[in-house]
Every structure is written in C-alpha cells, then in structure tokens.
C-alpha cells in the first residue's frame, strides 16, 4: 500500500512540475508589451473623451490638463517599455527597435501638442494639432503593434503576440480606435 501511495505522490508532483500553465518568457513579455500599451490607449482615450464632453466649454486649461495627463500615460509607457528590453529570441532586438521607436513618435506628438499651447494659437487651431497628434500616435500605436506581431515569422514571439489575453485586447482597442477614425 505504501508503495501505491508513493506512486500516486510521485506522479502527482510530476505533473504539477510539468508548468503547463507558465507562461513562457515570449509570452510574458507579449503580456508585459500589449498591457503597457493597451493602459496608454485607455488613458489617452478617456483624457481626448472628457475634451469632447467639454464641447464648446473647453478652455485652454482644460487642453493643457488634458495634454498633462496624456504626458503622464506617455512617460509610464515609455517607462514600462524600456523596462521590458528585448526578449530572448531571434528577432528580439527588433521587437526593442520597433518599441524605442515608438516611444520616439509618440514623444514627437506631444512635442507638437506643447508648441500648439506655447503658441498663443486660438482653441481651434489647439484643437486641430491635438486632434491630428493624437491620430498619430494612435495610428504609430498600431503600426508598431502589427509590425512586432509579424517579427519572427512563425517562431515563439509571433506566437505569444497573437495568442496574449492582453494582445487580443490592445487588438480590440485598437480596432476600435481604426472604426471611430
């Protein structure tokens, strides 16, 4: 009877070391990618909404805070994707290329944002070069988003891209993004 039970422990705890459920460090760093910038795409959406709530009221305060807040989720971003580095794979250093290029677009865009306001420009014309910065970004988002998708052509990093919970995710907000356009 012992020897049954010693059996039934030692098969119990092989497949509890079997891992099935760890997620690989591909994967954990498709989660990683897609959450940081699924987050930025929920803040940025939520800033440009309460402006449009605003309507006609929307003063330059009201532009100024929103382009603060949309600072913020940018630098966490930029943060957290620097923080990632390139993930142990073939096409690794790529996928970091793709990301620090992002961050340099999106830096870009808030550039433009900040000139707008220091320019004394009237809310329209504020506006306008908001609105045009933040379709950029948007779009800069999903470009870099489908291009690290296709690195590594059917290896580890592709995979764990297209099968990330946060990947669909940031997929879904960014096809929302595209349909609203």
């Known amino acids: 009877m012992a020897r049954a039970w ?3 422990l030692a098969t119990a705890l092989l497949l509890a070391s079997c891992g099935g459920d760890e997620p690989s460090a591909s994967e954990e760093y498709a989660n990683s990618v897609c959450s940081s910038l699924s987050a930025w795409v929920t803040d ?4 440009i909404q ?6 006609l009221s929307t003063s330059r305060e009201d532009i100024q805070s929103a382009f603060d807040q949309t600072k913020d989720a940018t630098d966490a971003l ?3 994707l620097e923080q990632a580095g390139a993930p142990e794979t073939e ?3 790529a996928a970091k290329e793709q990301l620090d290029a992002l961050a340099t677009q999106l830096r870009q865009q808030l550039d433009l944002i900040q000139q707008a306001l220091d320019s004394g420009q009237g809310l329209t014309a504020i506006a306008a070069t908001v609105s045009t910065a933040v379709s950029a970004a948007a779009n800069a988002v999903n470009t870099t988003y489908e291009n690290l998708k296709g690195l590594d052509p059917a290896g580890e990093l592709q995979d764990a891209f297209e099968n ?3 990947c669909n995710t940031l997929g879904d907000q960014l096809a929302d993004i595209g349909s609203q356009s």
């Open 6 to 8: 010693a059996l039934v």
């Open 44 to 47: 940025v959406q939520a800033t």
């Open 50 to 55: 309460s402006l449009q709530e605003s309507g």
């Open 78 to 80: 930029v943060n957290d």
């Open 91 to 93: 096409d690794g250093q």
């Open 164 to 166: 990330s919970e946060d």
